[in-house]
């Protein structure tokens, strides 16, 4: 038999509620696997052993007085450390919150637990989401499980590495242009970027309020539509998510892709990717093919201006969203803070925040400025609706669209630290489906010549995740690189 | 020359709870005690508008004329301060919710309409303490995320008089419609003022400054007075007037600079994208106007209108909704107008304004229910007391639930108009004042008071003042 670590999420609830497993000797077991991996990949910013145990615990008592603890009963899961925690720290991967412990559940944190699962740390990320390969993180370095020589993608690589790994049984990210996607993609795992409004932002440190979401990074289709079912649907905390019920998905991925329209965006197939990426991607296309849907180009004529559009609305609103970061009530203040208060905030941004997070709050507070608002931030704005708008006129004659997730594999960690703009382009497939509030998904579909992963995108209609996760499941019931795991 | 006054006013909203957050908007609970991960802004929170923010809004835009925008917009006013949780503030910048009103201002030179440019809806800051026992300031977040209306006017004022009739008036305004208890030194309804000079007759506005820290009706005229002056010597000195914001110094009687525009801040407004825009369907603004409640100037015409009542009187008597309530239940107790109106003005006023029972919205402890000041005045319409009888008796009833009639029972009080009794005094008091009797018939008419005093002083206060001034005026024809 295999080890508890290597079940699926749903086969280690169900061996849980039967009691086949207490949640106290899966929760070990998991702890055990952290210890044993961390020292290769790093994921993990925060390992709460000691709370998951006595939450393990607790579960245990109530399945032993025959109640009923939820779908995720005593299953280890992890959260990226952008999503708040009660009682255990949440840094955002960044040191002016390097020592805050938040008094409250975000709104998924708090699903989650409902839903029985079992909280079991807190993973890396770059600084407030800000990058595609996890090394503007402030407070640790992730590597790539395939490869320890390269990055795991961004910005949620810790949750990426850690499903891979097998360190957890599924994780939450967030994306904001990319950040679930493409780690998801680096690392060979599966990662949904539910549509915007669909999961609540409560409790989660913002980055661009009205691009980012949360969702979950798990091994297989099923695993991420169980976690993504805990935690969609309406939160009156979150005025900007949807009223509209979320249905059960999870029970629901059967159905195959036999009479699907699938859309083949022209522009997402670049000059410049990497060949290996290309061929995986149109190999997929024609596997969903085989398996009945009918694939057609599309156009999305828009996706030259997607990074700069980003780039202006995305940054204005991490100016005024990172504005909070002052020393004055929380988190990180200076030793010697200056003799006003001015100084005090300059000398506190200055040390607590990391370069990106620097460039960007710069970037936007320029946009934002008096005489430079309405020839970006606005101007932005209205691209933003052409974009949305190529998107609705693509969807409106196919399903999904399936494209690549980026342009190449996972690269060396290093390799593009030094060039911010060739870093941006990591994300040029997957930013536009933000901009267009949609919902977006990475399954693994491949590997490069140096056994690196291949991710491959379903972009869907809004609120229609139910097509995406059937989709993916069609594809994976016909393939088995979902079934290949890093050697660790 | 001319002067030119805008105002800016905010007013702090009477709901139960904070704009963006379930926390109490209450005044005076202890620092930091009603805050919550929203209203301190900590990392992940975000706001849920208040439904009851926005009713009161709509109010006060119906209440002034003005159009109820279908969408409106909030808006992030981004600055640092301490005070301010967020790193910014929640506001309305385009799209404000309520524009393009006015309001009727009663002047010395008549009735005047000052325009308003907006209504809107905004979060307030919190407060910083800087104590003098502490090397560190502190701040106090228990006001961060209380809603305010700030309700700006177009510069349509010319004098500090007008400035303070208007504020007045638009105070009496919020009142009436119970969306802000008006309390200028708790800072419940603060005001900052644009004011520019021109020579009288020219088109273009002058330079304007901005005046701050005016925490009541006498600071804000006092404040423009001297800024008007200032400005129109600094002009005849030949001075250019700079764009700044100063400050009201109420000790000292004079405006300060606090910062010229060249340091003033950017504010970087954008739409807060954690808010979606605020729709407000015709039915809701429907249904509020129908139970809009009787304002101060309709309310003024129907006393001088239904009552009788002289404009002066009407007007003091509608300032405030809970006195003109007052008013009218005394009336409705059997009062005629123009007594209870005088004594409701006079004595009734004068109680509340020593026990400092005015500075709540609404006063609910009157010293004297109408009712019984009612059933009092009754009592001199129809002779059983006299006025100055009646007078004496207020501190009695002051704080009681006395019926006004038993209270002169029991004192002994009621008026003496027992024709025989009060001849007698007169008989006696006319052969005890030989010389006075003979002023009068001198022609010294003034003397005749002094007589009238001596019966009533004979009869313990309680004689019929009228019966003894026909009696005594009888006595003194007869025995000539």
């Known amino acids: 038999m295999s080890a508890l670590h290597d079940l699926s999420l749903r086969d280690a609830a169900m061996r849980v509620r039967r009691r086949e497993v207490s949640a106290v000797e899966l929760t070990r077991a998991i702890l055990e696997r952290i210890a044993a991996t961390e020292p290769q990949v790093g994921a993990y910013l925060t390992v709460c052993g000691d709370e998951a145990l006595a939450a393990a615990a607790a579960i245990d008592r109530r399945l032993a007085a025959g109640e009923d603890v939820g779908r995720l009963a005593g299953v280890p899961v992890a959260l990226k450390d952008i999503i708040c925690t009660a009682g255990v720290r949440t840094t955002a991967g960044s040191r002016i919150l390097e020592r805050f412990v938040p008094p409250y559940d975000a709104t998924v944190t708090a699903r989650l637990r409902e839903a029985g699962a079992v909280i079991v740390g807190k993973l890396n990320c770059d600084e407030f989401a800000m990058g595609s390969s996890t090394e503007n993180s402030g407070l640790g370095t992730t590597r790539n499980p395939w490869d320890g020589t390269r990055v795991p993608g961004g910005s949620s690589g810790g949750s990426a590495a850690a499903v891979a790994a097998r360190s957890c049984f599924g994780a939450l990210g967030t994306d904001t242009g990319g950040s679930i996607r493409l780690p998801a993609a680096y690392c060979s795992v599966v990662g949904l970027k539910p549509t915007y409004g669909r999961v609540s932002r409560y409790g989660v440190m913002a980055y661009a309020s009205s691009l980012d979401q949360v969702g979950p990074l798990a091994r297989d289709v099923a695993d991420t539509a169980v976690l993504f079912d805990a935690i969609a649907g309406h939160d009156p905390r979150d005025s900007t998510s949807s009223p509209r019920p979320s249905r059960a998905l999870a029970g629901s991925l059967e159905g195959g892709v036999r009479g699907l329209r699938l859309g083949m965006p022209r522009e997402y197939f670049v000059e410049g990717m990497q060949p290996d990426v290309e061929r995986a991607v149109r190999e997929a296309v024609r596997v969903l093919e085989g398996a009945g849907a009918s694939v057609e180009s599309v156009s999305l004529p828009h996706s030259e201006y997607a990074i700069a559009t980003y780039y202006l609305v995305a940054t204005a609103e991490a100016s005024s969203n990172l504005a909070r970061y002052d020393g004055v009530r929380y988190g990180l203040r200076v030793a010697n803070p200056g003799s006003s208060v001015g100084e005090m905030y300059a000398e506190t941004r200055a040390a607590g925040f990391g370069a990106e997070v620097k460039r960007r709050i710069m970037l936007g507070t320029y946009a934002l400025s008096a005489g430079y608002y309405d020839a970006y931030y606005l101007k932005a704005l209205q691209v933003r609706t052409l974009i949305a708008q190529d998107f609705t006129k693509a969807l409106a004659g196919c399903d999904a669209l399936v494209a690549p997730i980026a342009p190449t594999t996972a690269f060396r960690l290093g390799e593009k630290t030094a060039d911010p703009l060739t870093m941006y382009l990591s994300d040029i497939f997957t930013i536009s489906v933000n901009l267009a509030g949609l919902p977006g998904m990475s399954i693994p579909c491949g590997f490069d010549g140096d056994g690196l992963p291949v991710g491959l995108q379903l972009i869907g209609k809004p609120f229609d995740e139910a097509t995406l996760l059937r989709v993916a499941a069609a594809y994976e019931g016909s393939t088995d690189w979902h079934q290949r795991g890093p050697r660790l | ?480």
């Not at chain 2, 000052?114 to 307030?124: A, C, F």
């Not at chain 2, 919190?126 to 977040?141: E, M, P, Q, T």
């Not at chain 2, 002169?408 to 024709?419: I, K, P, T, W, Y």
């Not at chain 2, 002023?439 to 008071?449: F, L, N, P, T, Y």
Request: proline residues 5%.
């Open chain 2, 1 to 480: 020359m001319e002067s030119v006054i805008g105002l800016e006013v905010h007013a702090e909203l009477l709901t139960r709870s904070k704009i963006f957050c379930g926390c109490s908007a209450g005044f005076g609970a202890p620092p930091n005690t009603n805050v919550c991960p929203v209203c301190l802004g900590m990392p992940g929170v975000l706001p849920v508008l208040n439904r009851r923010v926005v009713e009161f809004a709509i109010r006060a835009g119906l209440a002034t004329g003005c159009a109820v925008a279908p969408s409106s917009i909030f808006a992030r006013k981004n600055y640092f301060y301490p005070d301010i949780p967020k790193g910014y503030q929640i506001s309305q910048y385009e799209l404000p919710i309520c524009a393009g009103g006015h309001i009727d201002v009663v002047t010395e030179a008549g009735t005047k309409r000052v325009g308003l440019t907006r209504i809107h809806m905004e979060e307030d800051t919190g407060k910083n303490v800087h104590d003098a026992h502490v090397a560190d300031s502190l701040v106090d977040f228990n006001r961060s995320g209380v809603p305010l209306l700030e309700i700006v006017s177009e510069p349509d004022l010319r004098t500090p008089g007008e400035a303070g009739a208007y504020l007045r008036t638009l105070r009496s305004i919020l009142q009436y419609l119970e969306v802000c208890d008006g309390n200028m030194e708790e800072g419940s309804f603060r005001c900052d003022a644009n004011v520019s000079v021109r020579p009288r007759g020219q088109k273009e506005l002058g330079t304007k400054v901005e005046i701050k820290n005016m925490n009541s009706f006498r600071a804000v005229e006092r404040a423009l007075v001297y800024e008007i002056a200032r400005q129109e010597q600094a002009i005849a000195d030949g001075e250019r007037i700079v764009q700044e914001t100063r400050l009201w110094d109420a000790d000292r009687e004079e405006t300060r600079s606090m910062r010229s525009k060249e340091s003033a801040h950017d504010y970087r407004y954008f739409p807060d994208p954690d808010l979606l825009p605020l729709a407000v369907e015709p039915a809701w603004i429907a249904e509020i106007r129908r139970t809009m409640p009787e304002l101060p100037a309709e309310r003024r015409a129907r006393l001088e209108r239904e009552h009788g009542l002289s404009a002066y009187d009407a007007d003091v008597l509608t300032q405030r909704k809970d006195v003109a309530d007052y008013f009218e239940a005394g009336v409705r107790a059997g009062a005629p107008a123009k007594d209870m109106a005088n004594w409701t003005m006079t004595e009734i006023l004068r109680m509340v304004r020593d026990e400092k029972l005015d500075e709540a919205l609404v006063i609910r402890t009157w010293p004297i229910g109408p009712t019984q000041l009612a059933k009092l005045i009754r009592l001199v319409t129809t002779g059983v007391v006299n006025r100055n009888t009646a007078k004496g008796l207020l501190p009695k009833l002051r704080g009681t639930e006395l019926d006004p009639q038993e209270l002169v029972r029991r004192e002994g009080l009621a008026q003496v108009s027992d024709r025989a009794a009060l001849e007698a005094a007169v008989r006696d008091v006319i052969a005890r004042c030989p010389d006075q009797v003979a002023q009068i018939r001198a022609g010294k008419e003034k003397v005749m008071g002094f007589l009238v005093g001596q019966v009533m002083k004979a009869t313990g206060g309680k004689a019929n003042a009228q019966m003894v001034q026909d009696l005594l005026r009888a006595a003194l024809a007869q025995s000539s």
